[in-house]
């Protein structure tokens, strides 16, 4: 298996523009998490999915981030408009849960680096 | 509010050493505790897990220790080589329907 993927990389932007951050989960994986990491808060959870639907979405900072799921190979987080403090580097994870919603291993992706100017 | 923190923020070990990185949790319902490492420009990688039922759990040249009574979580690391260097988190599940919470990590490097 490739593991999770995520595009892109690497983003720089300038303040105000949309970024769009892409993820394709490990295949027969339940669970779907976006991370944020930063250097003052380490990582912080943002939204995570079971089964495509979305469970918990405290974390999302404010309406500008927006996560979707519309298939279980596929999610995307959005942020409109980017600001200067979002920049970070956002990680996508998949995991099995359990039968009782259990978290077990999480498999990180290698991360999108975002840059806001 | 509860959360997952380490004790120390870097650990320089000499290369063939034994490295011990530490983390302590204060929430009491955690029962599944998990060890990661990123390396940098990387996501993290599981290291090793345990449940709370244990207290010990080896790998290979990875151990992890789980006392309950004090809440510490330590991560062993047997005859630490270059490619040890990373940062280290733990991390805690407190149950169903929950996520993991990560401690902030810890930098470990080892010098040659």
């Known amino acids: 298996d490739a593991g999770v993927i995520q595009s892109p990389r690497h983003e720089v932007t300038e303040m105000g523009q949309e970024v769009t951050l892409r993820c394709k989960p490990i295949s027969g994986h339940n669970s779907l998490f976006w991370y944020r990491q930063t250097m003052m808060r380490g990582l912080e959870l943002l939204i995570y999915?079971?089964?495509?639907?979305?469970?918990?979405d405290s974390g999302m900072p404010e309406d500008r981030f927006s996560a979707k799921m519309p298939n279980a190979s596929f999610s995307t987080l959005k942020i409109q408009p980017s600001e200067p403090r979002d920049s970070a580097v956002y990680f996508c994870a998949s995991s099995l849960l359990g039968l009782a919603g259990q978290t077990g291993e999480l498999f990180f992706g290698e991360g999108s680096r975002l840059t806001v100017l | 509010g509860e959360s997952v923190g380490l004790h120390l923020p870097t650990l320089s070990v000499q290369e063939g050493d034994n490295s011990i990185i530490n983390c302590a949790y204060s929430?009491?319902?955690?029962?599944?505790f998990i060890w990661y490492k990123q390396e940098s420009g990387k996501g993290p990688q599981f290291i090793i897990d345990?449940?709370?039922?244990?207290d010990k759990r080896q790998g290979q040249r990875v151990t992890v220790l789980l006392n309950k009574t004090v809440k510490h979580l330590s991560l062993q690391i047997a005859a630490t080589q270059p490619g040890d260097s990373a940062v280290y988190f733990c991390?805690?599940?407190?149950?169903?329907?929950?996520?993991?919470?990560f401690g902030s990590g810890t930098q470990l490097t080892v010098l040659p």
């Open positions: 991390a805690e599940n407190a149950g169903s329907a929950r996520q993991l919470t």
């Open positions: 345990i449940r709370s039922n244990m």
């Open positions: 929430n009491s319902a955690s029962d599944y």
């Open positions: 999915f079971n089964n495509n639907v979305p469970i918990d």
